[in-house]
């Protein structure tokens, strides 16, 4: 616990009522979407970089851990405050300070959610392609701190592809500015992209200036259901090979489709095995000949049924396919192990075969959906933990599944990050130079070890 | 007297708190938490205190029931959450624990234990009326008032509906005779329709009398109980409960019939945990709109001469009607109304801030919540927000006297009723 005399420094930063010691508080900032609890000692919410930069010297001045968090909905633990000390709470930075049309850039604070920042730029006409699934609660620092994704990457990319500059408050209490407001830059290191997806060790991001596109004018949904999982791999293959990047390319195994059957309006027969959720944007025309072209292209790959929207609520009713995936994933089993490996799209059957066989050798269900256009799984491995073993084997397979995707050459995070879960498995995936390298750049920005600490690598 | 069944306990809900799975899809859901920003406001953080205080692993301080007393009941983040956690339901029960522990707010005690006696309200109703004038202001060209003095938990600035005259039990027999052929239909008249809005209840009886419906009103209903369920008081719910069990239970009506959505709620959501007696009760009470509805009073609205001068009407759909699937009837009524012009508004579904206690507890939070519903009206270009829900029109009516407008908050039955006493 902390002492009583820092909590009086920390008010003397922040004010009396933006930091607590209560038990409720502490409670409802110790977990995250991992549902694993550690309470911090001392919740704070700050307002301003100045404050932050207090925090922080303090912090190392008294050797108390930070723990910098947005909505707490990372999937890795990233947030958690695992050894105590403050939860650095930043939904108070909330402001979109500007959007500038004539650049093509806003300028935003941490703390704004997401689909906040979307909303305020499609009103102009402009557009912010990152869309990770929690976009109407996560906010744009998580975003940025661990570079989500989302299904509209394939097309768009990532987080990182957006960040233009950042404003930094050090682990050790100073401000800086990486990048800027240019399309080009190469003025030294390139600090902001060392920052995206450091998932707040290396510093606590307090601005952020975002490139923007113009907002495409129209978009196109359609489903398409396979006989095959190879059918779905090859259909991807076929359409990019035929010159066309879809804005979304999302893909359901079989185990997926036999949850979500009861919970949508789109029948979906036993003889589905696959399902494709495509989608093209642009201008209306353009993506009505698209969209003949990708039917043509996928039509002789083993078809079922074809839905194609004609209008933004029958698109409406082909998402909501998607999204009860989720919701409905709990009648499978209660406990949930949810991995976002990724690998070259062209290895995604090879993937999904080594899944449903580890899930048979094992016995335990696995639910494998997500974006095909980048070879992106979300690998759900269900289980009830109250029956004895089952973790046990959930551990097991999650280990089978990490070492057949880096065999594939791929990766055990497409955009959830490493956090706390996934720090045990580094040493599969990075080399031992490579994370000697990475602790090197730690340990000479942050030589305290305050920064989110116990985050990324496991403990020395 | 007969032993009284119990709602849930937190204990009862242990297995739905372990569903909640931390995701955070309510943090873009919940009214409050929307003002307030902080986590233990949001429906994930009141489902981890509530698991942690089930488990004694924190103490029912005043922080945390302040915590647990910023909840709307809007059931929002029921609605949105991919596990169908009861936070609601989750909410009333930790907010029972806590009074079970530490003993209820005085603003709790008082209000429920007037509630609780049907006699003792009628009596003080007659008195504070003759009060009324040394208490209260009236609100400049408005139906409302204001308070004169500074009064505890009341924010001065509020506006309040004016006591009825009379109210509405005292002013029509217990049986009121339609066809002989038609059902017997039993008025759930709910407090704030007896005491503060009689002309609702007048609506429901032109409407039901139009269908040619016999209408019982039980003398001895009281309370429905939600306002002691939201302050925590489960054992004042429980014997409101049983008074209505009795009171409705020896007229063997066809149906109940309740005029306001969280009456609605009380008598069949919550009535349904305590027991089998009370559950036959609550399957055959129905929303005044939905049974209006379906006994084809649409038809009969229609048949009546057109309006020369139309107001424009929008619909504000309360909470608790929604929850129960009951958004349609209400607007349905309306736009078979042939003396009003039917006009769409932003954000109909958003709850209006009032929830119940939370307004007096909150009221600042309730009023800015409020303000954006008075902002929605106003851009509607209605001249009237119906709804159904006596509490909802008292905070709209609230929120458009604090953004001066002259707008008017009303219930759908009071539209219905107008147009039915014209054509008669």
């Known amino acids: ?460 | 007297m007969k032993r009284l069944d119990r709602h849930k306990t937190l204990a009862d809900y242990r297995q739905q708190m372990d569903q909640c799975v931390k995701c955070g899809v309510c943090r873009a859901h919940c009214p409050v938490f929307g003002e307030e920003g902080r986590e233990a406001v949001v429906a994930r953080g009141k489902v981890t205190l509530a698991h942690a205080l089930l488990n004694k692993e924190i103490e029912p301080d005043p922080l945390l029931s302040e915590n647990f007393s910023k909840c709307l009941q809007c059931g929002k983040c029921v609605r949105r959450c991919p596990t169908q956690v009861p936070v609601d339901d989750i909410v009333l029960a930790a907010r029972r624990e806590i009074v079970a522990r530490r003993g209820q707010s005085l603003f709790g005690r008082s209000l429920t234990s007037l509630l609780r006696r049907p006699r003792l309200m009628h009596l003080l109703a007659g008195s504070a009326r003759r009060a009324a004038r040394l208490l209260f202001r009236r609100v400049p060209q408005k139906s409302g008032l204001r308070l004169r003095f500074p009064a505890p938990f009341i924010d001065r600035q509020r506006s309040l509906p004016a006591l009825a005259k009379r109210p509405f039990r005292r002013r029509h027999p217990e049986f009121i005779a339609g066809q002989p052929d038609q059902p017997i239909i039993a008025l759930f008249t709910g407090c704030m329709v007896n005491y503060l809005y009689p002309e609702i209840g007048e609506g429901a009886l032109k409407a039901l009398a139009a269908l040619g419906f016999n209408v019982i009103i039980p003398k001895d209903q009281g309370c429905c109980g939600l306002p002691a369920l939201s302050a925590g008081d489960g054992t004042s719910a429980s014997e409101l409960a049983a008074r209505n069990l009795r009171a409705f239970g020896e007229h063997q009506p066809d149906q109940i019939v309740t005029l306001c959505a969280s009456c609605h709620s009380g008598l069949t959501h919550h009535f349904k945990d305590l027991g089998p007696d009370y559950e036959a009760l609550a399957e055959r009470v129905v929303d005044i709109n939905d049974l209006l509805v379906s006994q084809g009073l649409e038809e009969v609205l229609q048949q009546l001469p057109q309006a020369t001068q139309k107001p424009k009407v929008t619909v504000h759909t309360p909470c608790h009607l929604r929850n129960s699937g009951l958004d349609e009837p209400p607007k349905k009524l309306l736009a078979a109304l042939p003396t009003i012009e039917l006009v769409k508004m932003n954000k109909a579904n958003a709850c209006c801030g009032l929830g119940g206690t939370f307004s007096v507890h909150h009221y600042q939070t309730s009023r800015q919540l409020g303000a954006a519903k008075a902002n929605a009206v106003k851009e509607s270009g209605a001249d009237l927000v119906a709804t159904a829900c006596p509490g909802c029109i008292m905070q709209l009516q609230d929120s458009l006297d604090q953004a001066d407008l002259p707008q008017r908050a009303c219930h759908v039955l009071e539209l219905v009723g107008e147009a039915l006493e014209e054509k008669s």
């Open chain 1, 1 to 460: 616990m902390l002492e009583n005399r820092i909590i009086r420094i920390i008010e003397g930063i922040v004010g009396e009522q933006h930091v607590s010691t209560a038990d409720t508080d502490r409670l409802c900032y110790s977990y995250d979407a991992t549902q694993r609890q550690h309470r911090p000692d001392a919740v704070v919410w700050p307002s301003n970089a100045k404050e932050i930069s207090l925090l922080l010297k303090m912090a190392n001045a008294e050797g108390i851990p930070v723990y910098p968090r947005g909505a707490g909905s990372g999937f890795t633990g990233g947030s958690l405050p695992i050894h105590g000390g403050l939860a650095l709470v930043l939904t108070r930075l909330d402001a979109i300070l500007r959007i500038d049309e004539e650049n093509l850039i806003a300028e935003v604070e941490p703390g704004v959610v997401t689909r906040q920042l979307q909303k305020a730029v499609e009103a102009l006409g402009l557009f912010y392609p990152p869309d990770p699934a929690s976009l109407k609660f996560s906010t744009l620092g998580g975003n940025v701190a661990e570079c989500a994704g989302g299904p509209r990457c394939v097309k768009y990319g990532v987080t990182k592809d957006y960040v233009l500059g950042l404003e930094v408050v050090t682990p050790q209490g100073d401000i800086i500015r990486t990048g800027g407001e240019t399309m080009k830059g190469v003025v030294g290191y390139d600090l902001t992209k060392l920052l995206v997806g450091s998932e707040g060790t290396l510093g606590v991001i307090t601005k952020i200036i975002l490139k923007l596109l113009p907002l495409p004018a129209a978009k196109k949904t359609m489903l398409v259901l396979f006989d095959s999982i190879d059918g779905a791999a090859q259909a991807v293959a076929a359409i990019i090979g035929g010159k066309i990047i879809p804005t979304t390319l999302e893909f359901m195994d079989g185990t997926t489709i036999d949850c979500v059957r009861r919970n949508t309006d789109l029948e979906l027969p036993q003889a589905a095995r696959a399902v494709l959720i495509i989608e093209v944007d642009g201008d209306s025309a353009l993506i009505e000949k698209q969209a003949e072209t990708i039917l043509k292209l996928v039509n002789p790959l083993g078809v079922v049924n074809t839905w194609v929207a004609a209008n933004s609520e029958e698109s409406e009713a082909i998402w909501q396919v998607r999204r009860s995936v989720s919701p409905s994933m709990r009648k499978v089993n209660p406990d949930k192990f949810n991995e976002d490996i990724c690998v070259p799209r062209s290895r995604l059957p090879e993937m999904i075969r080594t899944i449903e066989a580890i899930s048979d050798k094992l016995q335990i269900p696995i639910v494998n959906f997500g974006h095909a256009g980048d070879g992106n799984i979300h690998v759900n491995i269900m289980v009830d933990t109250a029956e004895p073993g089952q973790e046990q084997k959930a551990k097991q397979a999650i280990e089978e599944i990490f070492a057949a995707t880096l065999k594939l050459g791929g990766t055990m995070s497409g955009e959830h990050g490493v956090g706390v879960t996934k720090a045990p498995y580094i040493p599969m995936e990075l080399d031992p130079a490579a994370v000697a390298y990475m602790k090197a750049i730690k340990k000479a920005l942050d030589p305290n070890n305050i920064l989110n600490p116990g985050k990324i690598f496991l403990q020395d």
